[in-house]
């Protein structure tokens, strides 16, 4: 492709063809495993989080974006490492900045360790009194500077549509938790879980033809599968370019499907082991109602939830992964589901005809509301 002049070495590259970057960064995913989850640097987060319990004070996970679910991902499996005696709180980082907690830890979660609002909640966080970590892929960024304590993990994501970005904080809150716990995590385990066969593939190859063409997506998730329905929902928006919305297991039946009719795809991921039960039987009702106004259904399960819902209630359109062994709870759900809904969402670029790497900002327009939104920023708390 000829060299455009706004294209300059701070974007991914412009290829007008497949395969995408974002290909080539989801194969990458199993390899990752190893070297995060075996990184030494694990212990030193660790060490802060059970410091912050010790003492009563709070632990924060902060971040934007995909980030923000890492955020998420990491407080999540911090949380089940703690067993119930406290929690980590994932926040949103420019209101973690504003509203910082005292004392305590906050561990930031940004891929390219530059992103302002996530620097400036770990500075606000440092001036109220808490110990900052930091995962990202870039051990010389202004977060990086930022921080404390910091995990760096292998590999940069060089496509904007982040997938990389997403699995990489996952595994090294894998690892942070298990130093909480005084344990460690199988590494090849965790690596299976990001391997998806072949037969997988064609399975998620023909949902995405069957859900391809609706004006929007909802997507769908309890415990766990809360983080990846909202990843697969900013994915399909950053990669399809359609509007998509996530919802809680129990919030969407409780006035949001007002707003859905036949132009809507329901996609529900049920991948969470813990109360499965429950779990399966509230979704299988959400689905029915899914039905009943007309919405497209599919489904991502592993082989051990696939039970928790009627053989009646799962939708024709869905995706069983294979169940994750030898993994906490979290981690196996989020591992699980990540590679599936990276694969889902490539699946409907290809169909939607468009590059994903750069999140459309080849176009004018969306390079200049990247501008708008990337220039000055309020300062942090002092």
Known sequence: MPHASWHTADFPEFRDRRPWVMQEMIESEPGLAEPILTDPSASALADMVRAAVDAGAPVAVVGCGTSEHGAMAVAEQIGEALDGRTAAHSRQAFEAMLDPWPSGACIGISHEGGTAATVAAMESARAAGATIGLITAAPASPGAKAADHALVTPLRDRSWCHTVGYVSPILGGAAVA????????AADAAARSLSVAPEVHDRVREVAASLFGVTRYLTVGSGADRIAARELALKIEEGVRVPATARDLETILHGHWVAQDEGAAVILLVTDPRRADARGERAAQMLRAA??????????????TQGSIAATDLPRDCIVVPAPEGLPSSTGSLLASAPALQLLTLELVHLAGVNPDLIRREEAPYRDAAAIAESAFPAARG
């Open 178 to 185: 298990a130093g909480v716990a005084g344990r460690s995590v």
């Open 291 to 304: 039905a009943a106004i007309g919405a497209r259904t599919a489904a991502i399960v592993t082989e051990g």
